[in-house]
């Protein structure tokens, strides 16, 4: 049924096509297909996919589903919900309260995917398809069963009457685009709380999972059955409403995230993800101090890692290490305020002669403070300048931290789990993570955090509107310098030593200013979860898959080039530059209407 274009002379009904399935099957026969053919996929996991346990994650057992079989029974699982919650089955309807096709698809191709992966690394690593017994062939034949259903069920949306016949790539895309979803039914405050509690649950223990994957095949299924996931529980409105609870609790938001966030070494048995999950706090609060000057106030900072490096050096010098040049012993908390404050005074002194310039000029000169920082240190080694930070040989040795009498390099039991060096890290950089949110949020939102945006939009019109431009983005170099600064003071104990060639402006192992940059960019200017979510992803990629690491730049050029056409705002982005960025349907200028009959007109204003 085709709507047809309805003028009058208040609004104009735009009109829309019918969508038409990409393979022609009729809907209810769609459906009973990708329901059979996920129930098949997940049945087939619990069947042996290999005969030999060389190939990691032991997928040889029957009835017990191990490695990447238990990836596709999750994706299995969650196409069989989606596709049984559009015969609107009484308690599943609230699974699809926007697409109801599309999470269908979507989950379809993240099952394919990481089957077809998991044939093909089997098959590869072991010399041919003969190493797959039954169980593999069984789950690749419902997983590509589950898509043909998929792709046989009609779009959520019409074609728009401009494009009522659209090719073949344009029918593929348009049966990823769902509608928005209703508005939710009131709750209970506690039940929302409830709700609320449970998403973070269920994405802390999605994180914990990723971080815990102890073999390259695992995380790649892992990223392919996350990502294919995500883009589905969102084109079903899930996110859409747990945002809007999100929204009108934010403060139990904010709670509930840093409990999640304090429970995660306590799942960890492995030191080393404790690590990577304290590192990945470091960059994240470094990224977020990033997001004031480029996100909030719009300045282009590609040195902004040398504000790390000497906060870094600033605690080292400070920490008693046997090579410190210094020689002193600063506590726990003048440590702190010592390479905050010197990562201040750089970001003044720095900021004054250079933030007069705009655009590239400012890009350039913030490049050069970086490169020059670098090559600085490395002549302070005695030889070329005076003897202050040794050199290429940094200062290495610096002792753990000691925090009212609480040893962080050694083990400590909690509640009966052992906190080890790296975990108690992770709490204290947890701590420093918490602050720095506080100062972004009250930031962003004072009068301050507006004049940034209104410079950021336009300078030239915030500054005849009467916005110190200079002042506030100094004030704005400044508090990210400062935010760097009090990162680089636990880098510097995490990693035992600080050189020069840690800061660099692109390189394979972070940090460095492409990296920070690609972060913020990544995850969503403006915001705060973004820049976290951005520098999170950014840093276990490279982290779990370190056989990519030569092509770690090229990677990340290839994902940012895809990112700014399929998504330019980001992942997590404002309500700003979702306008900004994409067709609302609104117009530019309102249309030009005549006045009704019998209406009186106004001449001028105050007549």
């Not at 209810?28 to 030999?52: C, D, E, K, M, Q």
């Not at 990544?522 to 898959?545: D, F, H, N, R, V």
């Amino acid at each position: 049924m085709t709507t047809n274009t309805t003028k009058t002379d208040a609004t104009t009904k735009v009109a829309t096509a019918p969508a038409t399935p990409i393979v022609p099957l009729p809907p209810a026969a769609a459906r009973a297909i990708a329901v059979a053919g996920s129930a098949v996929a997940f049945v087939g996991t619990f069947l042996a996919w290999t005969w030999t346990e060389e190939f990691p994650g032991n997928l040889t057992v029957t009835g017990y589903p191990g490695g990447l079989q238990v990836l596709t029974l999750v994706g299995a699982l969650l196409t069989l919900l989606f596709a049984v919650s559009g015969y609107g089955v009484p308690g599943l309807r609230w699974l699809t309260p926007g697409g109801t096709n599309s999470p269908v698809l979507l989950s379809a191709l993240g099952v394919l995917g990481t089957t077809g992966y998991a044939l093909g690394a089997i098959s590869y690593e072991l010399g041919g398809l003969v190493n797959l017994e039954p169980g593999a062939y069984v789950s690749g034949a419902g997983a590509l069963l589950a898509l043909v259903g998929a792709l046989g069920l009609p779009a959520d949306q019409p074609y728009d009457a401009g494009d009522p016949a659209p090719s073949l790539w344009g029918r593929v895309r348009h049966a990823f685009t769902a509608p928005e979803p209703a508005r939710a039914k009131e709750l209970p405050s506690w039940a929302e709380i409830l709700v609320i509690a449970a998403g973070f649950g269920v994405g802390l223990y999605v994180f914990a999972y990723g971080i815990g994957t102890e073999y390259s095949e695992l995380f790649i299924g892992f990223l392919i059955v996350a990502a294919f996931g995500f883009t589905a529980v969102t084109r079903a409105g899930l996110l859409k409403r747990l945002s809007a609870l999100t929204a009108k609790h934010r403060n139990v938001t904010m709670a509930a995230a840093f409990v999640a966030a304090i429970c995660f070494p306590f799942t960890q048995s492995n030191d080393q993800f404790a690590l990577i999950g304290a590192n990945i706090l470091i960059f994240a609060t470094v990224a977020l101090g990033l997001n004031v000057v480029v996100g909030l106030a719009g300045l282009l900072d590609l040195g902004y890692v040398a504000f790390l490096g000497v906060g870094a050096y600033a605690a080292a010098l400070v920490s008693g290490s046997p090579q410190s040049t210094i020689g002193v012993h600063f506590p726990f908390w003048a440590a702190v305020l010592t390479g905050a404050l010197a990562s201040l005074i750089f970001g003044v002194v720095i900021g004054a002669p250079t933030l007069r310039l705009r655009g590239d000029y400012l890009a350039i000169v913030t490049l050069g403070f970086g490169e020059i920082f670098r090559i600085t240190m490395n002549n302070l080694n005695g030889n070329s300048g005076p003897d202050v930070t040794n050199g290429s040989n940094g200062i290495p040795n610096i002792p753990d931290l000691e925090v009212f009498g609480f040893n962080l390099g050694i083990p400590h039991n909690v509640l009966g789990h052992e906190l080890t060096r790296s975990g108690n890290y992770y709490l204290l950089m947890l701590l420093f993570t918490a602050i720095v949110v506080l100062v972004f949020r009250r930031s962003a939102e004072s009068r301050i955090g507006r004049a940034w945006v209104a410079i950021r939009e336009d300078e030239t019109a915030a500054t005849a509107m009467g916005i110190n431009g200079f002042r506030l983005k100094l004030l704005a170099f400044a508090l990210g310098a400062c935010l760097a600064g009090l990162a680089g003071t636990v880098q510097a104990h995490v990693s035992y030593s600080v050189t020069p060639e840690q800061y660099q402006f692109a390189g394979s192992v972070p940090p460095n200013s492409a990296f920070l940059l690609a972060a913020v960019i990544l995850g969503g200017m403006g915001t705060i979860s973004g820049p976290l979510i951005g520098a999170a992803l950014l840093y276990l990629i490279p982290a779990k898959l370190q056989f990519m690491a030569e092509y770690q730049l090229l990677l990340f050029g290839i994902a940012l080039m895809f990112l700014m056409r399929f998504r330019p705002e980001g992942l997590v982005a404002d309500r700003r530059k979702q306008l900004e960025f994409h067709e609302t349907g609104q117009l530019d200028v309102p249309e030009d209407k005549s006045l009704p009959e019998g209406a009186t007109g106004v001449a001028k204003a105050g007549a």
